[in-house]
């Protein structure tokens, strides 16, 4: 078992930065990977980012070369940078265990807006 904790999101105008954390605990020598995904209203949950426990990394092509994600014990972190209204989104940890299994965090909402 796997607890995801998240801290960061909030509100944060056009142009503007935000740093998303997530913490795991737990049986977190049997994660394979982490990542963020969000779920803006009315649309479905999307990947944002990926990174394995070796640091190899996948981004949404709607967030390359804004958004970076990282990893650190048993942290991930999400730095973004340029935000746009179209980030506004409730963000999700998750995290996938090497037996195939996912866990995920309660989302916190980032809200991009003048």
């Known amino acids: 078992q796997v607890t995801l904790v998240e801290s960061g999101g909030g509100l944060v105008q056009p142009g503007g930065s935000l740093r998303l954390s997530c913490a795991a605990s737990g049986s977190i020598f049997s994660i394979n990977d982490m990542g963020w995904y969000r779920q803006a209203p009315g649309k479905q949950r999307e990947l944002v980012a990926r990174i394995t426990i070796g640091g190899s990394t996948n981004y949404a092509d709607s967030v390359k070369g804004r958004f970076t994600i990282a990893n650190a014990k048993n942290t991930v972190a999400l730095q973004m940078n340029s935000l746009k209204p179209e980030d506004t989104a409730v963000y999700y940890c998750?995290?996938?265990?090497?037996?195939?299994?996912?866990?995920w965090g309660k989302g916190p909402l980032v809200t991009v807006s003048s």
């Open positions: 998750n995290a996938r265990l090497l037996n195939g299994m996912t866990h």
